[in-house]
């Protein structure tokens, strides 16, 4: 079975350029999660998607940050523009349906790990 | 207080040794626990989930106790390859499910 899959792996970028992330969830996953992970603390989670729909994006700066999966498949993070501060590991995670008891293991991605300079 | 603590570490510890990681949450309506291990520079992978009567898996025992609001991950028989990150992993469900995850437990097996 294939993973969760990330593109890029790494990114540079100087602070008010705009950068995109994209995410291809394991087939048939319907919860798909976008996590921003700053070196030594634990993944804060960005935003959760149900299929197409949002079903949390309260720690999302909307200011900056947004979000999108049109077809309830893969996804894509965007930023912009930059803040030095955005230099983490974006984590892209799924699992079958988050509404399940059995079904919230969440299977991550390998991450994007992006440096704002 | 944060929804989910963990204590940071490091935990350094001999090959053999048995070793204990605590994490406590703030939401007493959570329903559902997991450790998580994220080694360096990778992405976490479910460790186990955690059950009300308590699990185990191997040298891996977790337990849960709601009236304190904390979970534990025991080790026993350290091996070196269980040098990682351990994340405590949360969820509430308040029509939808909320997942949090603590910010990590850092374990380092010494030869």
């Known amino acids: 079975e294939a993973g969760v899959a990330q593109s890029p792996r790494y990114k540079i970028i100087e602070k008010r350029q705009s950068v995109a992330f994209w995410c291809n969830p394991i087939?048939?996953?319907?919860?798909l999660y976008w996590y921003q992970q700053i070196l030594g603390q634990g993944p804060k989670l960005l935003i959760q998607?149900?299929?197409?729909?949002?079903?949390?994006d309260s720690q999302l700066p909307k200011d900056r940050f947004s979000a999108e999966r049109l077809k309830g498949v893969d996804s894509t993070l965007k930023i912009q523009p930059a803040k030095l501060e955005d230099s983490a590991v974006y984590l892209c995670?799924?699992?079958?349906?988050?509404?399940?008891?059995?079904?919230?293991?969440?299977?991550f991605g390998q991450g994007t790990r992006l440096t704002v300079v | 207080r944060k929804e989910v603590e963990q204590d940071p570490g490091p935990f350094n510890v001999p090959e053999g040794a048995t070793v204990a990681f605590n994490c406590t949450y703030s939401?007493?309506?959570?329903?559902?626990f997991f450790w998580y291990r994220q080694d360096c520079r990778k992405e976490p992978k479910l460790l186990m989930s955690?059950?009300?009567s308590g699990n185990e898996d191997g040298r891996f025992t977790a337990q849960l106790n709601r009236a304190s609001q904390y979970i534990s991950l025991l080790i026993r028989d350290s091996k070196l390859s269980d040098s990682a990150t351990y994340l405590c992993?949360?969820?509430?469900?308040?029509?939808?499910?909320?997942?949090?995850f603590g910010t990590g437990t850092k374990l380092q097996v010494i030869p």
């Open positions: 995670a799924s699992s079958l349906d988050y509404r399940g008891p059995g079904n919230t293991e969440a299977f």
């Open positions: 087939s048939g996953h319907a919860t």
């Open positions: 998607f149900q299929n197409n729909g949002v079903v949390d």
């Open positions: 939401n007493s309506a959570s329903q559902s």
């Open positions: 955690v059950y009300s």
């Open positions: 992993v949360v969820i509430h469900s308040g029509g939808y499910q909320k997942v949090t």
